[in-house]
């Protein structure tokens, strides 16, 4: 009988070691989740909706030719968290008149191409406030 109860509280304790085990590797596993997604962050804006733009990530936009010009005019439709699909708490917005946009407007813009290889992005505003003729 004494050997019975002393195996139940070893199992006992041993499923008990377990659980705490299991806890903290959750845990910590989420919080290095957590640190790669904030690590991998760039500075990079989406002017449609505002959202950081995550490593890897791009915005998507066509640029028009001619190519040999300092400037050219682009149109964007927005970053993969707001084209073609907006994800939730995401608003898709003009940053020149601040009108809510729908799925299919886009964003016209300048694409001025630098002599030192950057380029630089001046938006002139939506398809409702910038029609282009």
Same mark, same amino acid.
């Not at 195996?7 to 910590?28: H, K, M, T």
């Not at 490593?55 to 300092?70: A, F, H, Q, T, W």
């Given at each position: ?45 989406? %002017?449609v $909706? ?8 791009n915005?998507?936009? @066509?640029?028009?030719?001619?190519? #040999? /010009? ?13 084209? %073609?699909? $907006? ?11 601040? @009108?809510?946009?729908?799925s299919? #407007? /886009? ?27």
């Amino acid at each position: 009988m004494e050997y019975l109860l002393l195996g139940l509280a070893c199992v006992v304790i041993l499923i008990l070691l377990f659980a705490i085990f299991a806890y903290n590797y959750r845990r910590n596993n989420k919080s290095q989740k957590l640190q790669k997604v904030t690590a991998e962050k760039t500075d990079v804006k989406c %002017p449609v $909706c505002g959202s950081f733009l995550l490593k890897g990530e791009n915005l998507i936009s @066509k640029v028009y030719r001619p190519m #040999d /010009v300092p400037d050219q005019f682009m149109t964007i439709s927005g970053c993969p968290h707001c084209y %073609p699909v $907006c994800e939730p708490y995401v608003k898709r917005v003009c940053p020149v008149c601040h @009108k809510t946009l729908g799925s299919g #407007d /886009v964003l016209t813009a300048r694409l001025f191409n630098r002599s030192a290889g950057k380029k630089h992005v001046h938006v002139a505003g939506c398809s409702h406030c910038h029609k282009m003729n």
